[in-house]
């Protein structure tokens, strides 16, 4: 015979899982358990109400797009100069010659 008290009201248990006043489990090892499903349910809740977190790997994504976008817009912009410089330069170095 084996003979708990509840840590949750202080009632004494023989031979139970489970707190016969009010239901808390008397066995640690089931509390801990218990405590763990509970923890992974909040968790999972909480990640619920959490944006997605593909929204923020979008958003840092298009981030990244706009800037390598940016530096082709800026160095096609750079060659397109160089090439409208070395063309004015032709034209010029023709009608020099
Ligand atoms: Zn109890």
């Known amino acids: 015979m084996r003979t708990v008290q509840c840590i ?3 009632v004494y248990n023989k031979n139970r899982e489970a707190c016969k006043n009010c239901g808390t489990l008397l066995s640690y090892k089931k509390r801990q358990e218990q405590r763990a499903i509970t923890e992974r349910h909040q968790r999972i809740e909480t990640a619920k109400n959490k944006p997605p977190s593909y929204i923020e790997n979008l958003k840092n994504h298009k981030l990244l797009i706009f800037r390598v976008f940016g530096w082709i817009l800026y160095s096609g ?8 410089a070395f063309i004015a330069w032709l034209v010029f170095a023709i009608a020099a010659g």
């Open 8 to 10: 949750a009201c202080g």
């Open 77 to 84: 912009f750079t060659v397109v100069s160089a090439i409208g």
